[in-house]
């Protein structure tokens, strides 16, 4: 069973920077799809980045293109979110999720294992 643990979530204002981390246990994450959504208060969770097994595999969502980052280090079996340049529409609950296909994938459905999240509040 793999689990998830995000952190690094907090208060921030806009223009500032966090890192978001999720720290993976159960199975190595060199073996693992990961990703990040996010859910805005009253809104449905929606994707945000995502990376294949192979780091070459990225994908963003076009609202955070340019701004985050996703990257992975398989020797502490930990996935980052480098959040720049942050707005407050970026004021969500955010998510790690892990999948077994090869490349990433930007849909729920795409992965099997999910993180209890990580509030990220963005002030103006």
């Known amino acids: 069973q793999v689990q998830l643990v995000e952190s690094g979530g907090g208060l921030v204002q806009a223009g500032a920077s966090l890192r978001l981390s999720c720290a993976a246990s159960?199975?190595?994450?060199?073996?693992?799809?990961m990703g990040w959504f996010r859910q805005p208060p009253g809104k449905e969770r929606e994707f945000v980045a995502a990376?294949?097994?192979?780091?070459?595999?990225?994908g963003y969502a076009d609202s955070v293109k340019g701004r985050f980052t996703i990257s992975r280090d398989n020797a502490k079996n930990t996935v980052y979110l480098q959040m720049n340049s942050l707005k407050p529409e970026d004021t969500a609950v955010y998510y790690c999720?892990?999948?077994?296909?090869?490349?990433?994938?930007?849909?729920?459905?795409?992965?099997?294992?999910w993180g209890q999240g990580a509030q990220v509040t963005v002030s103006s």
């Open positions: 999720a892990a999948g077994s296909s090869f490349w990433y994938r930007d849909s729920l459905s795409g992965y099997d294992h």
């Open positions: 159960g199975r190595a994450t060199s073996r693992l799809s």
């Open positions: 990376i294949g097994r192979s780091s070459g595999s990225t």
